[in-house]
């Protein structure tokens, strides 16, 4: 299929992809809970005669190329949940479930996989190879997400070892309608969280010495572990250790027995993710060594560092240029801190991840990601639509 004939198709299907997306935003479902979202992209695969295949969450769709190809297939993923979060837009799509709303763009993305499959299937003809479809709950959470589980299906259906590319959209107010962004290697963050606590010997103010101030090891540890991040990893090596709750003590002259510390940790590679959790539990033991303290620290494992196959990112970049033009191609200078569960898949399969703009400051959207006011100019979830269409067609 060539680019023209993609966005000609696409053009044409344009309002039912606009359609599709209002409807998933005025009943938005959150985390594993997605039944009736589920249902209706079942209903639609069904009466495009798209292939349903088996799976324990979310929905698994196969277009089966016409072709005779290599015995690989490609495949496009979306995620389909909202957030817990109650609108504020005063807009005819507004949410009609109180306190959900798709304010991360996962109503376009699943639109955009919409009528990606309907092109696509009316083309299969063309296709050489066939083209799977995931559309995956449960990406805001809970842990560990959909996306572990989807592959987990590929797997024990025998496809992860066949797919030659996952790809996967996000749309975004950070960059304006019509424009592509295409990154290499790292793109998203890590995520571990730590919780420690540490035991001491609690006194009388009066006579420091004859306690173990919790607190001051606490504190001590919060000022070295910001000392460890500036010196001992790479300022080009962007990375995150963040302290979000300090608690001790319960009267102004009782030095406090225990301390509890928790936070998170986020980092862009994964060498780097081992050396600042190892790290950290060093400084902790020698500390408390040096103090007479004792500790007990649990560390969250959580998603991790989401990469860009560098060849397949070549590839998606050259599909973007051919659809909007060079000069709506954005090439990323740098990786996010956010995070995303396809990082699971891309652990495994080669995957690339591209946002897709969405911001228009005369139409008013240009509210952030997980704002009550979101909203998206709908013009991008064709030039979203289109993109994953050659994707499936193109990258190898």
Request: net charge negative; proline share 3%.
């Amino acid at each position: 299929m060539t680019s023209e004939k993609i966005k000609a198709q696409i053009s044409l299907y344009a309002d039912r992809i606009v359609s599709f997306r209002r409807q998933l935003h005025m009943h938005p479902e959150t985390g594993f809970e997605t039944k009736e979202t589920e249902a209706y992209i079942k209903q639609f695969l069904i009466a495009e005669g798209i292939d349903v295949l088996e799976s324990t969450v979310g929905v698994l769709g196969m277009i089966r190329g016409g072709c005779a190809g290599d015995g690989r297939c490609s495949a496009l993923r979306a995620d389909i949940d909202a957030l817990p979060l109650a609108e504020e837009n005063d807009v005819a799509y507004r949410s009609q479930v109180e306190g959900k709303m798709h304010a991360c763009g996962h109503d376009g993305h699943t639109a955009m996989l919409m009528g990606a499959a309907h092109v696509l299937h009316q083309n299969r003809h063309e296709l050489c190879g066939d083209v799977v479809l995931l559309f995956q709950p449960a990406e805001e959470g809970p842990f560990p997400g959909g996306a572990k589980i989807m592959l987990e299906d590929l797997e024990s259906l025998g496809l992860a070892k066949n797919i030659r590319a996952i790809s996967a959209l996000h749309l975004t107010t950070e960059y304006s309608c019509g424009k592509i962004a295409v990154g290499y290697g790292s793109m998203m963050a890590s995520t571990d969280e730590f919780d420690i606590e540490i035991i001491g010997v609690g006194g009388h103010v009066g006579l420091p010495h004859r306690t173990v101030d919790a607190l001051s090891v606490a504190a001590k540890f919060i000022t070295g572990m910001e000392s460890f991040m500036s010196k001992r990893i790479d300022p080009f090596d962007s990375s995150v250790f963040a302290v979000g709750m300090l608690n001790a003590g319960s009267a102004r002259n009782i030095i406090p027995e225990k301390a509890s510390i928790s936070g998170g940790v986020r980092c862009q590679r994964e060498e780097t993710r081992a050396f600042v959790l190892e790290g950290a539990e060093k400084l902790l033991k020698a500390l408390c060594s040096c103090s007479g303290a004792s500790y007990k620290m649990n560390i969250r494992r959580g998603l991790p560092v989401l990469i860009n196959d560098t060849e397949k990112s070549r590839q998606m970049e050259l599909c973007a240029r051919e659809l909007v033009g060079a000069d709506n191609v954005i090439q990323l200078k740098y990786s996010n801190m956010g995070a995303e569960d396809f990082a699971f898949l891309a652990e495994k399969i080669p995957a690339v991840f591209v946002w897709i703009g969405a911001r228009n400051e005369e139409k008013g959207f240009t509210n952030m990601m997980h704002s009550p006011r979101f909203d998206i100019d709908e013009g991008a979830l064709s030039v979203g639509a289109s993109l994953l269409c050659k994707a499936a067609v193109s990258i190898r």
